[in-house]
T-cell receptor, first 119, second 112 residues
């Protein structure tokens, strides 16, 4: 398996532009998470999906952020309009709570992240 | 209640020494406590995890110690190696939810 695939790896954009980050989870994983990492705030959960349905979006900073999961193999995180304070590394992670792993002993598989710089 | 507090922010250890990272939580409903390791330019990766019905779990040089009454858990890295230099995150979640709450991270540097 190629793991969780994120694109692009790096994105530099001007303030006010729309930014779209992409994620392909591991096949068979039914949970998908979007995290943001900054030096000041560490790893923040933005939103997560179960079976393509958004379950908890309480971490989405504001209406400028939106996320979709149109099918089990693809998710997007969109920022419109982007601002310099959105500069961060955005991670996508996936997991499953299959019987083989047990009810609790699961781990997240993270992608390599997208480093976003808004100038 | 949702926070997981992690310390120290950074740690410098000599090769062969013991690295200790501590975490504390408030929410008694948390019942899963993993540790993640992150190398530069990579996403975090699961290192080791524990649940509150045991006080210790060991995997190779890595040990989690768990103190349920104090609501604290820690990661011990024995015989620390330069290859262990990374950022370490503790985390917690409740069984009936699936979201992990991460600590703020500890940057470990192991010098030869």
């Amino acid at each position: 398996d190629a793991g969780v695939i994120q694109s692009p790896r790096h994105e530099v954009t001007e303030m006010g532009q729309e930014v779209t980050l992409r994620c392909k989870p591991i096949s068979g994983h039914d949970y998908l998470f979007w995290y943001r990492q900054t030096m000041m705030r560490g790893l923040e959960l933005l939103i997560y999906f179960n079976n393509n349905v958004p379950i908890d979006d309480s971490g989405m900073p504001e209406d400028r952020f939106s996320a979709k999961m149109p099918n089990a193999s693809f998710s997007t995180l969109k920022i419109q309009p982007s601002e310099p304070r959105d500069s961060a590394v955005y991670f996508c992670a996936s997991t499953t709570r299959g019987v083989r792993q047990g009810a609790w002993s699961y781990g997240y598989t993270f992608g390599s992240g997208t480093r976003l710089t808004v100038v | 209640q949702q926070q997981v507090k992690q310390s120290p922010q950074s740690l410098i250890v000599q090769k062969g020494g013991i690295s200790i990272i501590n975490c504390a939580y408030e929410n008694t409903a948390f019942d899963y406590f993993p540790w993640y390791q992150q190398f530069p330019g990579k996403g975090p990766a699961l290192l080791i995890a524990i649940r509150p019905d045991v006080s210790e779990k060991k995997e190779g040089r890595f040990t989690i110690s768990f103190n349920k009454s104090a609501k604290q858990f820690s990661l011990h890295i024995m015989d620390s190696q330069p290859g262990d230099s990374a950022t370490y995150f503790c985390a917690a979640s409740r069984r009936n939810t699936d979201k992990l709450i991460f600590g703020t991270g500890t940057r470990l540097q192991v010098f030869p």
